[in-house]
Structures are given as C-alpha cells and as structure tokens.
C-alpha cells in the first residue's frame, strides 16, 4: 500500500514538513539503511513495526504494563544510538527485542521487583467461555511464576524460549559465558516448574 | 542404568545435544519412564510458555520514542558541503573587493573594510593581498597589482568550492529522498 513519507531532513529541509512523495512496499531493510543515516522517520517506522514485540518482551520480563512501555522506550532509544550495529541483511525484531531484554535485566537488577500489573489501566475483559476463563487462568499463572524468578531467569527464558536463540547467542546477547547462561536457563526451567505446580 | 542428567535433558529438549549424544539419549529414553516423563515434563513447560498470549499495547510508542531521540548532528558530508559553500562565498567577495580595489580609486569605508577583513587571520589567504602601507586607508599599489593574480586564484577556487559543494548537497538530498 503507498503511504506518505516524510521528506529528506538535512540542513536545508524542515524537519517537521511532509512532502507529498509515495512510496510503495518501503521495506524492513530500506528503514534500517535509511536510519542508521540518521533518518528519524525511518526510524519511526521501524518502532511503529516492532514496538508491540519489544514491549510484549519487556512485559513478559517485567509484568508490569507501565515498566515495560518505559523499558520499550529506552529499548528503541538505546537502538537508534547502536543502529549502525544493525545488520540490515538481518531482521531487525530480534535485535530489537534483544537489546529491550538487557534493558529490563539492567532495570530489574537494579531496584526492587514491581507488583504484577492489576490490569487497572485496561478496559473490563468480556466474560469469556469456560475453556478461555481456563486459557486465561493459566496465562496469568504463568506470568506469576515468571516474576517469581531472578531476572536474569527470566531473561535466559525469554531469549530461549520466546526469540529462540541458541545458548551461544544467548551467551553473546547477554554478554555472559555460556556455560553461565545455560545454568540460568535450566535453574529458570526448574523452579518455573516447581512454581506452576504450587500454583496449579 | 544411568538415568539422562538434568542438564542432558534440558540440552536434548533444546536440540543440543551432539549426534552421538543424542543417538545415546534416544537409546536410554525408549528403555527409561522416568527419564520420559521427566522429558514430557520439560516439554509441556515449553508448551506453556509458547502458549502465552501477547498483550495489546494500549499506547503508540511512536511519537514518545521520536521526542526523545536526540538532536541531529550535522553529517560529515554536509559539514563539507557548508564549508565548500561558505569558501565560495568568501571568495567570491575577495574577488569582487579585489577587482574594486583594481579598477577604481580605493574609498576610504573600502579600504576600512579590507583592513578589517586582513585583521583576520585566514591562514590559506596570501597575506600580500591585505598588504597596508603608509596609512590604514589606503592600500598601495604594488599589493593591488599583485593582486590580480590572487583574483584568478580566488575565483576558481570559489568555482571549484561552488562545484564540489553542490555536489555534496545534491547527492546528499537525492540519497535522503530516494
């Protein structure tokens, strides 16, 4: 679909002006070129893209809605300054999610462990089907025995389990030996585990 | 028997394991409840974290994440391109001054200006063009002479500047917008 994009930004443009130019299928890899440029637009592109994996990946980390849109904000702050890191060959969700998963590490580890979110903020769920309340029962369950581990648990966790990377990339995502990272990632399993049933 | 270690059961479940290994751990699951069921218990751990539904995001990012972005640095290229701009036009208005100074009577808010202007320390500019003698308003000929081979100097220089930085600019805006 065409769309509007903004303009050029350099010295002789404005920044906020929208010049009517369109184009079609701008892809992923287009935005990561035209960013890592310094192309601010571009880059909002890219948040519009992937904002909601990285704040679900903030959010299974920290359980919290506000935390993890804070934590999703500082995620995409800290990529626009590292975006020259980013291979453009390579998706940029991942990367993305990654660097938001170091963010919450470095949050969580640093004060104390936020309440769960009560939900306050979202409007009242429709009463559901039996089998859904049970789906959704579960879900909360899971995301209470999540908090109840180390962050950095959650974190060997969330990089397995929800980005599927292999213990060496986990290693090199955490900037850990990989011998540490797999411990975590078991001990995380374990007690994960020992939590459900107690919940159960 | 030895039973699979926790560790092998986590590195088999993740696909780990080296092919003898696995091949060895395969042998020993077929003949083991225990180890399986330890296994399924691993496996439906995964399936439940693979279940976990994501949550909306109730907010856009978008426009909090633009706001605070920092301040754009101006690029090499246009740096270059500004400075290659602004030479030109230094050289030009030397070489408007400098081509005054040859065919007309030198006025005094003239030759004010070009004192000024040599009390400027530009290191590229020959220093013979802003050469003053017997009075700071008056500028002496043998400098107005020798000048005219700084005007052919400052003129293609401003020519060449000109050149290169539009070429910067143009290339730069063509590159920005396509």
């Known amino acids: 679909m065409a769309r509007p994009v903004p303009g050029p930004s350099g010295f002789f443009c404005n920044f906020s002006r929208t010049i009517p130019v369109f184009i079609v299928d701008m892809d992923e890899r287009t935005l990561a070129l035209r960013a890592a440029q310094g192309d601010r637009e571009a880059f909002g592109e890219l948040v519009q893209l992937h904002q909601a994996g990285v704040f679900n990946a903030a959010y299974r980390m920290t359980g919290n809605r506000q935390e993890a849109e804070d934590a999703a904000q500082e995620a995409f702050l800290r990529a626009f300054r590292s975006i020259h890191t980013l291979d453009p060959s390579r998706p940029a969700g991942p990367w993305l999610r990654r660097i938001a998963v170091n963010v919450c590490l470095n949050r969580l580890e640093r004060r104390e462990p936020l309440p769960l979110d009560d939900e306050s903020g979202l409007p009242a769920p429709e009463p559901l089907p039996e089998p859904q309340t049970i789906a959704r029962e579960r879900s909360r369950q899971i995301r209470l025995a999540l908090l109840t581990l180390p962050p950095r648990y959650r974190a060997a966790l969330e990089l397995r389990h929800f980005e599927e990377l292999t213990y060496a990339e986990m290693a090199e995502a955490l900037n850990r030996p990989m011998s540490d990272v797999k411990s975590d990632l078991f001990r995380a399993r374990k007690l994960l585990a020992e939590k459900l049933k107690e919940l159960a | ?178």
Not at chain 2, 53 to 72: C, G, I, K, Q
Not at chain 2, 80 to 95: D, E, R
Not at chain 2, 128 to 155: G, M
């Open chain 2, 1 to 178: 028997m030895n039973h699979l270690t926790d560790s092998q059961r986590n590195e088999y479940l993740d696909n780990a394991l080296a092919p003898p290994a696995r091949a060895a751990a395969d042998a020993h699951l077929s003949a083991c409840d225990s180890c399986r069921r330890a296994l399924a218990d691993l496996e439906s751990l995964t399936s439940s974290l693979a279940a976990l539904p994501d949550e909306p995001l109730t907010r856009n990012l978008v426009p909090s994440v633009l706001a605070a972005l920092p301040r754009p640095r101006l690029a090499l290229g246009w740096k270059l391109a500004l400075a290659a701009q602004a030479g030109t036009g230094i050289g030009v208005i030397l070489s408007v001054l400098a081509d005054w100074q040859v065919r007309f009577e030198p006025q005094e808010w003239l030759a004010q200006a070009v004192t000024t202007l040599a009390a400027i320390k530009i290191p590229s500019l020959p220093a013979s063009l802003f050469t003053v003698h017997h009075s700071p308003f008056t500028i002496h000929s043998s400098a107005i002479q020798a000048s005219t081979a700084n005007l052919v100097f400052f003129a293609l220089s401003a020519l060449l500047l000109w050149g290169v930085g539009n070429a910067v600019l143009l290339r730069r805006r063509n590159g920005a917008s396509s």
